[in-house]
């Protein structure tokens, strides 16, 4: 059984930052994608970033790329995303998940597995 437990959310100020956490378990991802995506009320649930549990891989949404970097501890299962100059639109409920796709990663319909979601709210 696949296990993904999402940390690290909070209240910030506009410009600040935050790092969250996705910590894995139950079976090894050596090779599958991890993604880092989000979900603001009454919105779809949108790509933020992602990247191959074994390296490599790694892509981002175009308006996050120059102030997100996602990341991995192998030796803690887990993957990071650390979000800086945070804006108001960055406000949502961010989930991490497993897919097995190679090539639709931005799709969240594509993943198997999520964790529960870390609420981020960023205040102007």
């Known amino acids: 059984q696949v296990q993904l437990v999402e940390s690290g959310g909070g209240l910030v100020q506009a410009g600040g930052s935050l790092r969250l956490s996705c910590a894995a378990s139950g079976r090894t991802f050596s090779n599958r994608r991890m993604g880092w995506f989000r979900q603001a009320p009454g919105k779809d649930r949108e790509f933020v970033a992602t990247t191959i549990w074994s390296g490599g891989g790694t892509d981002y949404a175009d308006s996050m790329k120059d102030r997100f970097t996602i990341s991995r501890d192998y030796a803690k299962n887990t993957v990071y995303l650390q979000m800086n100059d945070l804006k108001p639109e960055d406000t949502a409920v961010y989930y991490c998940?497993?897919?097995?796709?190679?090539?639709?990663?931005?799709?969240?319909?594509?993943?198997?597995?999520w964790g529960q979601g870390t609420q981020v709210t960023v205040s102007s």
């Open positions: 998940g497993i897919t097995y796709s190679v090539s639709l990663y931005r799709r969240a319909d594509k993943y198997d597995y």
